[in-house]
């Protein structure tokens, strides 16, 4: 037993002097025996053991994150190298010229119009050892791989697919040059702009990652519930080291290792640099991503060191050359980069005389060629295999390059690599000696793009690798599968009056996804997404029918095992619920609704979420969806600035519908009424997995209780298209002739139709109520038709569906809404009379739904005043009634501007 006595404090740097040396080298010993005899996950099982057994004996060890800044992978453990080296080398070296040459061109003929030359620079090997032995194409036995490229290499992927000839040419004399749409090549991964190419939009740095986490997540979600076998897609994710500093790169590791996805590899590019300099100049990024890597229990595989040093790190009996590699910054190895041979003898290896000798045999050019691993494919290969063959969890390879390598004076290793789109004569001719471009002079200077011929052995060896890997990436199926959705009969129950029986459209929704879920064609397709609000949003009556997915089935008894409505997990679950992970959530939600491009499986997400975080919160993803093509439907559900009471400023919703407009390919509707959602659901099925239209949709929710009416007759196309007529009142004893338009939406058509009986009863003025479902759908009708119009001045003019629906109607008109008035003044400019809208402007509070319709000026009372306004500036109505108008409707004119409160 250890006592205080016999207790004594030892530096790490003496730990191993203080101890017996022949009883040290038993132990050394010991260990190497184990490692003979057993496998390492064995040694590493023995290691555990024995920190077990120390903290029993109260010592607190830890043998720490991180390992020697040396390769991961010894070289008598590295794999066989399978292909051709020197072809692959000669296409690498083509492909680093096309792609060099498209960025030089592009920017002489259209100075300042961008791209990156020192980015594929960095990455070349390490994308060709993916293309020429591991990233598979879709075919009929393999369902192919997801690859996420590093976006700012695109013109590397471009230059490899001119010499597949998937490109022309032309085809990259036109990049970053995309109109008219479809013609050239986008500055990055983009499905929207490439919908045949691109598989998956990475460049908004951070979003890649996380959505290659939960892609991996979902294949399997697809295998679990029999759906898809998947067992053998991978995702490769490539990411600059710069990038994990977004929270969003290295926000969801901790999941892929609970998962256990094995499927799944990143591949950090580092390169030591990010857009201005360093990424970790005073550190080692290397180190540091290892240890957050290795403490959420990923695979971490390092590929430092080329080759080249093999025999010296084989000669470092005394660890000397480690220590080194060790202590040396990542900004001195930056510099190490651009200087000679003889600089690396003096400032690295000069530090010891021990050290120096080591490197007394070479010459200061072997010096110079001691590279780093990421341009090394053996042993680049040799980290994707291990890769592969782990099957514990997620891998990720630290791979060191550098960038811009190759480019030499023009940014190689430079702080302004990044930001180079130019090179001069002698530059050029530099890299065409270093790469063995076969150009001559005056195809040089005009930064010829090159292509051996189809019948050269580097083509026919590109090719060949291609067709053994089931074909070329990355590339995107535009012919999805079609499905049988339900017609707008299947809806029938929610077309009719609730009767005494109250709802709130979140009920509504319930009852329709419920529905939807039990349909014999789509029920299994349907993907229920919910970020841990399930049971404030009344969907927890799924989890126990339907469960929640989890890899591991449910281990555990839950607390309410004895409910109806359980908190059911199983491995063929159907309900993703991703916890208090909005960003997470949104990933899953891409992943199903690109499954039918990607996979050739329709799937069918609805994400529901507490609608004040979503746009606000993950409105970046929610554009890479769009990005993406995804289909599906996104459900802001406690929607409404007023309808969710008591929560206040931070969860008070808006402005989603607002935010939702900026997004081009998203409809956004904002229904009051059951029926309207389930024509809006059942229309929008209808168009993005039957008529494979690219669109994918924001619905509003609500938590407010109240009657719902029958569907008006022949009111379907009105709900589709943004609006129709609700209902018309006609005052008995009419107080002017004028007839006021009233336009409600979402929760506040109750209060639009009290003000509307308000107005006939108390002010003998009549009115129209409208309800609009979608005040972006109405206005993108409106552009459409100006737009044809103004193109087409000979041809009979074109009228939108608003124009229609207010044809001879001369107001005025009065919108109210749940959301800042600038949702309702999007249709300003089609409203043919004096528009006045109502609003939710200023920051959210908690009080009762009374209160707040009341201090937002949102309530019945205040529309009856807006609309008594109107017609006193619009009509022959008296303005000498308002006063009175007010002190009866007990509106307080001195309260504060609820926009400024």
């Known amino acids: ?107 002489r003929d259209y100075p300042g119009i961008g791209g990156h030359l020192s980015s594929y620079a960095s990455a070349a090997t390490l994308f060709e050892v993916g293309f020429n032995h591991f990233f598979h194409a879709p075919t009929r036995e393999h369902p192919g791989d997801s690859v996420y490229f590093q976006g700012h290499s695109s013109p590397g992927v471009y230059a490899r697919a001119f010499l597949e000839g998937r490109l022309s040419e032309s085809d990259l004399e036109h990049f970053r040059r995309e109109t008219p749409r479809e013609r050239g090549l986008s500055s990055y991964p983009h499905p929207w702009l490439m919908p045949a190419f691109w598989q998956f939009p990475t460049v908004s740095m951070g979003l890649g990652p996380m959505m290659a986490i939960y892609q991996a997540r979902f294949l399997r979600y697809l295998s679990d519930r029999g759906i898809l076998d998947t067992s053998k897609s991978r995702v490769w994710c490539f990411i600059g080291d710069g990038e994990s500093d977004e929270p969003e790169t290295l926000g969801a590791i901790s999941m892929a290792a609970r998962e256990r996805l094995s499927n799944l590899t990143f591949i950090v590019i580092c390169n030591l640099q990010r857009l201005d300099g360093p990424v970790r100049g005073n550190g080692k990024i290397i180190q540091e991503l290892e240890g957050v890597f290795r403490g959420a229990n990923w695979n971490v595989i390092k590929v430092i060191w080329s080759s080249a040093w093999d025999a010296l790190l084989a000669a470092d009996d005394h660890g000397l050359l480690t220590q080194r590699m060790n202590e040396v910054l990542d900004g ?10 003889a600089y690396m003898r003096e400032h690295f290896f000069g530090t010891s005389p021990q050290l120096r000798a080591m490197v007394d045999h070479l010459s200061d050019d072997q010096l110079g060629h001691l590279g780093r691993g ?32 190759g480019l030499g004076t023009a940014g190689e290793a430079s702080n302004v690599a990044h930001q180079q789109h130019a090179m001069n004569e002698t530059q050029l001719r530099d890299f065409r000696a270093r790469f063995d471009i076969p150009l001559d002079d005056a195809a040089l200077q005009q930064a010829a793009f090159y292509k051996p011929a189809n019948s050269s052995a580097e083509i026919k060896y590109l090719k060949d690798r291609r067709n053994e890997l089931g074909g070329f990436l990355p590339a995107r199926n535009t012919d999805c599968p079609r499905l049988t959705i339900p017609t707008l009969d299947a809806f029938g129950k929610f077309m009719h009056a609730s009767g005494q029986r109250e709802a709130a459209t979140t009920m509504i929704l319930e009852r329709i996804l419920a529905m939807l879920l039990q349909d014999e064609t789509i029920g299994k397709l349907i993907v229920p997404i919910i970020p841990d609000e399930a049971r404030t949003f009344g969907l927890n009556s799924l989890f126990a029918k339907y469960g929640i997915y989890s890899s591991r089935g449910q281990l555990y008894e839950p607390v309410d095992a004895g409910q109806l409505m359980y908190y059911r997990e199983a491995r063929n679950g159907q309900i993703l619920e991703e916890g208090i992970n909005e960003a997470g959530a949104i990933a899953s939600f891409i992943a199903a609704g690109t499954s039918s491009a990607h996979l050739q499986t329709p799937m069918i997400p609805f994400y529901v979420f507490y609608s004040m975080f979503g746009f606000q919160r993950i409105g970046d993803f929610i554009w890479a969806a769009a990005d993406a093509r995804t289909k599906g439907f996104l459900i802001g559900a406690t929607a409404g600035r007023t309808t969710l009471l008591g929560e206040g400023l931070q969860h008070g919703d808006g402005h989603s519908p607002l935010v939702a407009t900026t997004v081009a390919s998203l409809e956004s509707y904002d229904p009051g009424y059951g029926y309207e959602l389930a024509v809006i659901i059942q229309d929008g099925l209808r168009r993005m997995y039957t008529d494979n239209e690219s669109v994918f949709y924001y619905l509003t929710a609500y938590n407010e209780p109240y009657s719902m009416p029958s569907i008006p007759e022949g009111a379907e196309e009105g709900i589709r298209k ?55 759908r109405l206005r993108r009708d409106a552009q459409q038709a100006n737009r044809w119009n103004k193109l087409h001045p000979g041809d009979e003019a074109r009228r939108s569906h608003l124009e229609l629906a207010l044809d001879d109607l001369k107001g005025p008109f009065v919108a109210m809404t749940d959301y800042v008035k600038l949702v309702p003044d999007q249709i300003r400019e089609w409203v043919p009379g004096r528009y006045v809208t109502l609003g939710t402007d200023g920051f959210g509070r908690s009080d009762t739904r009374k209160a707040l319709r009341r201090h937002f000026e949102v309530d019945a009372e205040h529309l009856v005043y807006a609309t008594l306004d109107a017609l006193s500036q619009s009509s022959q109505y008296a303005s000498s009634t308002l006063p009175g108008a007010i002190k009866s409707l007990g509106i307080d004119a001195e309260s504060m501007d609820p926009a400024r409160a």
Request: proline content about 5%; overall charge negative; hydrophobic content about 35%.
């Open 332 to 341: 001195e190895y930056q510099k190490y980069a651009v200087e000679s041979g």
């Open 722 to 776: 943004g609006m129709y007529p609700l209902r018309s009142v006609t005052a008995d004893s009419p107080g002017c002739d004028a007839r006021p338009q009233l336009f409600g939406s979402g929760s506040l058509l109750p209060e639009v139709l009290r003000a509307q009986g308000m107005l006939a009863e108390q002010f003998g003025v009549g009115s129209d109520v409208w309800s609009v479902t979608s005040y972006c």
């Open 1 to 107: 037993m250890r006592t205080e006595a016999n207790e004594q404090t030892v530096s790490a740097a003496t730990v191993l002097e203080t101890m017996n040396p022949e009883e040290l080298n038993d132990w050394i010993e010991s260990l190497e025996s184990v490692a003979t005899r057993y496998p390492s996950a064995c040694v590493t099982k023995l290691m555990e053991a024995l920190q077990v057994r120390a903290q029993r004996h109260g010592i607190q060890s830890s043998f720490g994150l991180t390992t020697p800044y040396v390769n991961t992978i010894p070289v008598e453990q590295q794999s066989e190298y399978p292909g051709d080296a020197r072809l692959e080398q000669r296409i690498e070296h083509f492909l680093r010229w096309n792609a060099l040459a498209m960025v030089l061109r592009a920017n």
């Open 374 to 405: 990421g341009h090394d494919p053996e042993k680049v290969y040799a980290a994707y295999n291990a890769a592969v063959q782990y099957d514990e969890g997620p891998s990720v390879i630290l791979a060191k390059t550098v960038k811009g390598y």
